[in-house]
């Protein structure tokens, strides 16, 4: 009957994320949190991060080394998970068999790509091969956002690499095909040696400090506000999200008065360590 909580008539295949709302919202460094991954996506947030160090073959997870441990790697926080809940969101029945477009890990909005930010804490050259190695399972399964042929095909992950991830050489620029992507520098996207765009970096990001300065109290000046439309700007122009990282944190009326700015200004990305209250803004 409709009362019972185990009736065939209200529960269906995808509702791991039921009437959960997706937000642009960033979890920085997401392994912090009591359960990584799984606190984020509760909250809706459309975005984690998490640093990486190759060290024995192996991708831990962690902000510096003495962080570290075995079990917590990129595997088993990441791409374990993100494969089982995208195995949720992805029945295979009669009625999904002419589906060719994934759904991504929100069931209220099945085409939201989840943004997955891979930040290389060890030597870039020799981090990347193997993090390309760790999303082989998303790959394989058709999980990841592609650019390839001259076509970008959206999916339900989206890689990004940051840190020491390396671009030109034999880095992201070299990938062919391409499915991980590179954190472009926000206030650098008019370097004339780089062609920034969407099919290199669907995201830029720089330090909110010395980028715009305006601590959240007092009137921000003409110059600061100029500097932030114009990166904003740039980013949008090129068809990139932008995002400012290390915002004020305390006291709250300038966390939030930095937030209001940066959303009102086209910032793509809240960038936040408290996710509950990033979540309620």
Known sequence: MLEESNST????????????????????NDYW?????????????????????????TLFIGHELAALTPARTLDSLYI????????????VTAFTANQTTPNGVFD????????????????????????????EPLRQLGYLTTFTNGTLIPSAITAVGTGNTPLEADGIMALSPRDLFFDAPLIDLDDPNVAYNVTISPLASTDYEPAIGWPGIGNISEAQMGN?????????????????????????????AVWELLLNAGADWLNADDLEAASQF
């Open 33 to 57: 949190r009591d359960v990584p991954l799984l606190t984020a996506l509760s909250l809706g947030v459309g975005s984690v991060e998490a640093d990486v160090w190759f060290i024995d073959n």
């Open 108 to 135: 209220m909005s099945g085409t939201t790509s989840f943004q997955l930010l891979i930040c290389m804490k060890t030597d870039g050259d020799s981090t990347l091969p193997p993090v390309l190695k760790a999303l």
């Open 228 to 256: 932030l439309t114009k990166f904003i700007n740039d980013a949008h122009t090129r068809g990139i999200k932008a995002r400012f990282w290390d915002t004020p944190g305390w006291p709250i009326q300038a966390r939030h």
């Open 9 to 28: 008539l209200i529960q269906y295949p995808t509702q791991f994320t039921q009437n959960i709302v997706p937000k642009q919202i960033h979890s920085h």
């Open 80 to 91: 374990q998970p993100l494969i089982s809940i995208l195995a949720r969101q992805n029945p």
